[in-house]
């Protein structure tokens, strides 16, 4: 076996594996947890944006005197007050060697605005009474020019530009077998056209934080963020050494991929820096809507070729990504929504082109599944359409092609862990049982499943690295350091589970201290499924590395030999003796042996991929699972109800497994919510919808229970065997519910949201 | 341009009088938030769709965010931090909550307590889990799925307990 592949055995683990309860969710319950924008500091000043009214036009005058005039006001800051007006969107520190990959904008638009909401000046009041009439009082004058809302039409030529570079932000391709060969030699060959609408993170916590000058002169951050390194790109911003600006991170109200991207961060800095005072930022949720980067929209189309038994021979796919007015991430969803687009299954001849275009619609980034979410409904509708057409049922067709350990993906990545796709198809149907019937003459009801695969941790040509320190206090305590960001899903806590398993210490007795860009070893972004993986890799090895230690020193005191001791809660115990952790500890100062450990743990590395990906190896592994829903549709209405939801994953081994349920059920709601209801509507540039009166999102009695299917193949690169299982549960509902409504009333929805009026024009179809 | 109007505005938030002379343009959230330093109603949304800042005004569901402090002068307020025991220690419905894993990133969990704790305190009868369903319709969560939050208020209530 590979040996990044980790194991672990059951009888052998005392926290881990164990569904405790997280002492951050006592916190939140008590509604005692200060977020982002709940901390209140003194002489604290409050700051906010004037953004474009208009999705393309050139800035032809900024006038802020009558807002300087206001009392009350104490800053009003444009572009030309940055010391460097450029967010530089990377991956901070690492991505020197992929420079075509590099996207920037202004941190405030001096010349140009390219979507609506786009920040243009920055206002800074003692309180948000007068920071609402300041706004208003500062005047831009903007000549509007041709909107791109459309980015097959960005790609046309002659189309306006988005960019002086080009509408053409981002371009992938894979080739591999002779496709064309395949197509005309198969038995059967299905085609299929797909789209994804823009989708918002809605996390409930909008943007916000508090910043001020510390001592020795440290600008510090405290905000809503899943990447505490952005202190870099804030340093270089306001032209600082990076030692002088710290960025921390409290308990996070939801990330999804949202608070990836800087959002809040550079403007606070700002305004702190010129004011030397604390200042206090809270977006609105009309500016979350409107300018956070979205989940890209994708046009798909797949032709997929296979023998009459149902083996893949060819897929032949297009994907056309709407990245908005800015790069951010682009590059990298796109780049995913490549890797990912055949799916969980082995396919020997692919021919893969996508592209990603710039237009004046919002900017699209990272969100939970980053591209590999939208090409679900893409490889599964067409699975179920191959099926269909061979007469086959869908999960033979999906066995018979899944993916095996030692199987390559078209990419060339080979698969070094064990895959259990079919454990999941066959766990979620037998779980199922039979069909349920309708529940009235004018309903019917449908019934599919659908398989993915996700990868868990970053892209390996990123070089990704994470720190943990562990350390015993003088009473046996144990601290845990490490820059994990908490968005929610127990990251912290999962830390020191982990840790407590190791040292044999009670988790009572452990602290883990996060997300503090000075104070605890960097550990990188909570994103990409990447921090069970990384920081539980490194909290683990700094353990095991302090483990060593005590029992050696146990060893040279006692006589007993090193492998004869086992630590366990309060003790070192051995053949002769048990001795107490406080003498432990004491036997380790007497003798110069460190209480403690820093654990460095470096991904599996890789070289930065070419425009034509090929034989190259990718990520470091990915997650396997299958989904199952039941669908009743009223044909009268259109609308669709979920009756049953079944969501299987093998997930190596769950650290914890209610918070790994909890991963399950919440991201097939997000998902059910972008199968069925949700839309950011974008009209020549024009956001629609930014209220949450206009974004329609599920509510609890919108979804039915989520029936979370936890598999444990006990084998991952993750710590104890785990693999990560943050975004791969995003990925089917927005395929298996289309399927269902299709199994249901004979004719397949390709575009989402699901809508009753989308369903009520295929059944009419199917009439016509 | 003018100051704006000020009042004297006294609530009783979660058992403590507090007494203020405010702005008397603001909402009940921001006079929890920024005067009495309530914080655990959040800003989610401004327009009464989140729930997120969901709290009792004499013992009435609202949403402060939608209510302007000065017209409930005199009222007595419950937030979610109000559930607790008097030493501090989660209430029985704010146990159930945390032994369901009811809360992940938190920020809706201060208003879906509130919203519950009226639920369970009104019911007649045994609520059905589609009627509890119903009955948070809204209060909006991203994280969850919901289905641990139902969980939690389905067993707190098998225990009997009344909000």
């Given amino acids: ?768 | 341009m003018s100051e704006p109007m000020t009042m004297d505005i006294t609530l009783t938030v979660n058992g403590r009088r507090v007494a203020a002379t405010t702005g008397a343009h603001l909402s009940l959230l921001r006079w929890l938030r920024e005067v009495a330093g309530v914080t655990d109603p959040k800003y989610g949304c401004g327009e009464g769709v989140c729930g997120a800042c969901t709290v009792l005004i004499d013992g009435e569901l609202a949403s402060a965010c939608l209510v302007l402090a000065a017209q409930v002068d005199g009222a007595s307020i419950t937030t979610a931090a109000g559930l607790c025991e008097p030493d501090g220690s989660l209430g029985a419905l704010q146990r159930s909550f945390h032994e369901h894993h009811a809360a992940q990133c938190g920020f809706c969990t201060p208003g879906l307590l509130v919203c519950a704790h009226a639920l369970l305190r009104d019911a007649r009868g045994r609520l059905s889990r589609q009627e509890i369903r119903e009955a948070l319709h809204g209060n909006l969560c991203r994280c969850t799925g919901y289905q641990p939050i139902v969980d939690a208020i389905e067993d707190a209530q098998s225990r009997g307990v009344q909000g």
């Fill in chain 1, 1 to 768: 076996m590979n040996d990044e592949v980790r194991t672990s055995k059951l009888d052998e683990l005392r926290v881990v594996h164990r569904p405790l309860a997280r002492h951050d969710q006592a916190e939140k319950i008590a509604g005692t947890t200060r977020y982002a924008g709940d901390l209140v500091l003194p002489h604290m000043l409050h700051a906010r944006l004037v953004r474009a009214q208009v999705p393309s036009g050139r800035i032809l005058r900024r006038d802020v005197s009558a807002a300087r005039e206001l009392p009350g006001v104490v800053d009003v800051l444009l572009g030309e007050d940055i010391p460097n007006n450029e967010i530089r969107v990377d991956v901070p520190g690492q991505t020197i060697e992929v420079q075509p990959l590099r996207a920037s904008m202004q941190v405030l638009a001096t010349d140009r605005v390219r979507f609506h909401g786009e920040p243009i000046a920055l206002v800074v009041a003692d309180s948000e009474d007068v920071l609402a009439r300041a706004c208003s009082l500062v005047e831009v004058e903007i000549e509007e020019l041709p909107v791109v809302s459309d980015p097959a039409a960005a790609l046309a030529e002659g189309a306006p530009l988005v960019h002086e570079t080009g509408n053409l932000l981002a371009e992938w391709t894979i080739d591999r077998g002779d496709v064309d060969a395949a197509l005309a030699e198969a038995a059967v060959v299905v085609e299929g056209e797909y789209r994804t609408q823009f989708v918002d993170h809605a996390y409930l916590e909008p943007e916000a934080g508090v910043g001020w000058i510390d001592d020795d002169g440290v600008l510090t951050l405290r905000v809503a963020t899943q990447v505490v390194e952005h202190y870099r790109d804030v340093a270089r911003i306001l032209g600082l050494p990076e030692a002088k600006v710290r960025v921390i991170a409290p308990y996070v109200g939801g990330g999804f991929g949202g608070k990836e991207d800087m959002t809040v961060e550079p403007y606070i800095a700002l305004a702190v820096w010129r004011t030397r005072r604390p200042v206090r930022m809270q977006w609105t949720r009309n500016e979350s809507l409107l300018a956070r980067p979205k989940r890209h929209r994708m046009t798909m189309r797949y032709r997929t070729a296979a023998a009459a038994d149902g083996s893949l021979l060819a897929q032949d796919v297009e994907i056309l990504a709407d990245a908005g007015a800015y790069a951010y991430l682009s590059a990298l969803v796109l780049l995913y929504a490549t890797v990912h687009a055949c799916g969980p299954y082995r396919v020997p001849n692919v021919k893969i082109r996508s592209r990603a275009a710039y237009t004046n619609n919002p900017p699209a980034s990272a969100f939970r599944g980053f591209g590999g979410m939208q090409v679900v409904l893409g490889y599964e509708s067409q699975m179920d359409a191959l099926a269909r057409r061979l007469g086959m049922d869908p999960g033979e067709v999906r066995k018979r092609n899944a993916l095996v350990r030692g199987d390559r993906l078209p990419v060339g990545q080979e698969l070094i862990t064990e895959v259990q796709l079919p454990q999941t198809i066959d766990a979620v149907r037998e779980r199922a049982g039979p069909k349920p019937q309708p529940s009235g003459p004018r309903r019917v009801v449908g019934r599919a499943i659908a398989s993915n695969f996700q990868s868990y941790g970053r892209l390996v040509w990123l070089n990704d690295s994470a720190a943990a320190w562990v350390g015993f206090q003088a009473d046996g305590s144990l601290t845990v350091r490490c820059g994990v960001p908490d968005i929610g899903g127990g990251q912290a806590f999962s830390l020191g589970q982990i840790a407590a398993e190791v040292l044999g210490v009670e988790l009572e007795r452990v602290t883990v201290h996060f997300g503090d860009s000075a104070l605890t070893p960097l550990a990188g972004t909570t994103t990409a499924t990447r921090q069970l993986l990384m920081s539980g890799n490194a909290v683990y090895e700094a353990a095991t590395a302090l483990r060593a230690n005590l029992l050696a020193a146990v060893a040279a005191a006692t006589g007993d030999p090193v492998e004869s001791l086992t630590l366990e809660p309060g003790a070192v115990s051995g053949p002769t003796r048990r001795v107490p952790i406080e003498e432990v500890l004491a036997i380790c100062r007497r003798g110069n042996v460190p209480v403690e450990a820093l654990g460095t743990f470096f991904g599996p590395k890789g070289r930065p991929v070419t425009r034509e990906l090929a034989g190259e190896r990718i990520f470091p592994d990915f997650t396997f699972g299958t989904h199952l829903a039941d669908v009743e549709v009223d044909l009268d209405t259109g609308q669709v109800r979920v009756l049953r939801y079944i969501a299987a994953h093998d997930v190596g081994r769950a650290i914890n497994p209610k918070s790994v349920e909890g991963q399950i059920s919440g991201g097939v709601v997000q998902g059910l919510g972008q199968a069925l209801l949700e839309e950011l509507v974008v009209r020549d540039g024009v956001n629609l919808t930014p209220g949450l009166f206009r974004y329609l999102m599920p509510t609890a009695a919108d979804v039915p229970d989520i029936e979370a299917v936890v598999l444990e193949s006990g084998e991952g690169v993750g710590p104890f065997g785990a693999r990560g299982i943050g975004e791969p549960p995003i990925g089917p509902p927005i395929a298996v519910i289309p399927l269902a409504v299709a199994d249901a009333i004979g004719v397949q929805i390709t575009a989402l949201p699901v809508t009753p009026e989308r369903v009520l024009a295929a059944i009419a179809s199917r009439r016509g």
